[in-house]
């Protein structure tokens, strides 16, 4: 057995996954420990024994079990939220809206920028999201084809005329986002921010990414959001999901004394 010592008040608040250290069951003769994957919902502990490895402590441990940090972050500022226009190859901010689509034979492409990220360095991401509310389509009908890219660097500059969506250093990773109806639309971006975070990112830097139309037509077609200008109510928000290396996240929800099974 396992038992606790410790439990925090917020106890049900535990999900995913924590890795812990246990000692081998006693009829093992050499008292060897494994790794063993536990997943904790409230009050309860199911193990993965198909996680199970050899480990390398050797000692009774007493040890912090972590469990995923969420945060989330919003747009702080009028600069964080706008479009790239093409054909002038200009940043547009301020206009109670940002877009993205296409003008006939011109691209419009958005940009969102978060500033002081708290996602700590080397942190593995376990889930991360956009959430976007759509504002309306200017054709009246969706017909854009766009992907949304993180850019992949330390600590992302201010959009700005030389520091456009079509410029940043785009991810390997994309995903689409062609939204056929208004309000909010929650994207999975986990990948991205991954890319981020492996580029050497630290805790406290800026993250941005990037809505990119990947067609031009010879119609008006673009899908307009709200932007920081109109009020904060309805701007884009991150939600990321993290652990930290050691195999546990931002809370210590509890410690556990490793006994012999």
């Known amino acids: ?3 606790t010592v410790g439990v925090r008040a917020d106890e049900k608040s535990l999900r995913r996954e924590a890795v812990v250290t246990t000692l081998a069951p006693a009829k ?50 009028n600069g964080d939220d706008g479009h790239e226009i093409t054909y002038s190859s200009s940043w547009y901010n301020g206009y109670n809206r940002w877009y993205f689509g296409n003008s006939y034979t011109d691209n419009y492409h958005g940009g969102i920028r978060f500033q002081s990220v708290a996602v700590p360095a080397g942190a593995t991401i376990t889930l991360a999201e956009l959430i976007l509310d759509v504002r ?24 700005s005329n030389s520091s456009r969506p079509s410029q940043i250093t785009k991810s390997t990773a994309s995903t689409a986002f062609n939204p056929t109806t208004t309000g909010d639309k929650t994207v999975t971006i986990t990948d991205q921010v991954q890319e981020i975070v492996d580029a050497s990112f630290v805790s406290g830097n800026d993250m941005r990414f990037a809505v990119l139309n990947q067609n031009s037509g010879s119609n008006m077609n673009r899908t307009e959001l709200y932007d920081y200008s109109q009020g904060t109510t309805n701007v884009a928000q991150l939600q990321i999901t993290y652990t930290t290396g050691g195999g546990g996240g931002g809370i210590e929800v509890l410690r556990r004394r490793i006994e012999n099974d």
């Open 28 to 77: 093992n003769p050499n008292g060897v420990k494994y790794t063993i994957k536990e997943t904790l919902t409230k009050k309860s502990v199911r193990r993965d024994p198909n996680s199970r490895v050899k480990s390398t402590r050797t000692n009774e441990t007493i040890y912090p079990v972590l469990i995923d940090q969420d945060i989330t972050e919003n747009i702080v500022a």
């Open 1 to 3: 057995n396992v038992p």
């Open 136 to 159: 309306s389509f200017y054709s009246g009908t969706p017909r854009v084809n766009a992907k949304i890219y993180s850019d992949k660097v330390a600590n992302a500059a201010a959009w």
